[in-house]
T-cell receptor, first 116, second 113 residues
């Protein structure tokens, strides 16, 4: 298994440009999520999905769109990049849980995005 | 809402020193608690977990005990190594099968030989 893969590893954008960060997992996990990591702020949840066709907003969703057409893929779209979106982006996946369960989230290696 | 407060860093220790990284949380119900580790240039990896009060999670010589009375989950290791240098994140997930994780701000640990 490749686990969780993310592309690209690095990206530089100009303000106003759009792009898509790719995320894929081969573990048949139902739950997938996107986080951004900023200095002194830990990881903050952007969007998440509990299964194909279902997405929802996290803590910091503004400026980002997601879709989940397959179990494997969960792309993150920046429609009009802004300098405030300069960050490291992590995708994660985990198996679906029942009540009272726990989840180990498996993280990808990250995408470092700079918006000029 | 749920929150995690983590010991401010960075922390620098000598090899073989004792490590404690403090973590306290605020949550309703009975969350699960986690420590994740991020090595340089990599994504996060689960280090250990505890799913109910008084559980002790352990892995690679690290330990943490779920203390509901003090709402804490402090990370400890008796003798650190240079290879333990990384950023450590405390996190919790909700009480009702909620997969969402709430993270602390992270503590950067550097071990010097």
């Amino acid at each position: 298994n490749a686990g969780v893969t993310q592309t690209p590893k690095f990206q530089v954008l100009k303000t106003g440009q759009s792009m898509t960060l790719q995320c894929a997992q081969d573990m048949n996990h139902e739950y997938m999520s996107w986080y951004r990591q900023d200095p002194g702020m830990g990881l903050r949840l952007i969007h998440y999905s509990v299964g194909a066709g279902i997405t929802d907003q996290g803590e910091v969703p503004n400026g980002y769109n997601v879709s989940r057409s397959t179990t494997e893929d969960f792309p993150l779209r920046l429609l009009s990049a802004a300098p405030s979106q300069t960050s490291v982006y992590f995708c994660a996946s985990s198996p679906s849980l029942g009540r009272g369960g726990y989840n180990e989230q498996f993280f990808g290696p990250g995408t470092r995005l700079t918006v000029l | 809402g749920d929150s995690v407060t983590q010991m401010e860093g960075p922390v620098t220790l000598s090899e073989e020193a004792f490590l404690t990284i403090n973590c306290t949380y605020t949550a309703t119900g009975y969350p699960s608690l986690f420590w994740y580790v991020q090595y340089p240039g990599e994504g996060l990896q689960l280090l250990l977990k505890a799913t109910k009060a008084d559980d002790k999670g352990s892995n690679k010589g690290f330990e943490a005990t779920y203390r509901k009375e003090t709402t804490s989950f402090h990370l400890e290791k008796g003798s650190v190594q240079v290879s333990d240098s990384a950023v450590y994140f405390c996190a919790l997930s909700g009480s009702f099968g909620n997969e969402k994780l709430t993270f602390g701000t992270g503590t950067r640990l550097t071990i010097i030989p």
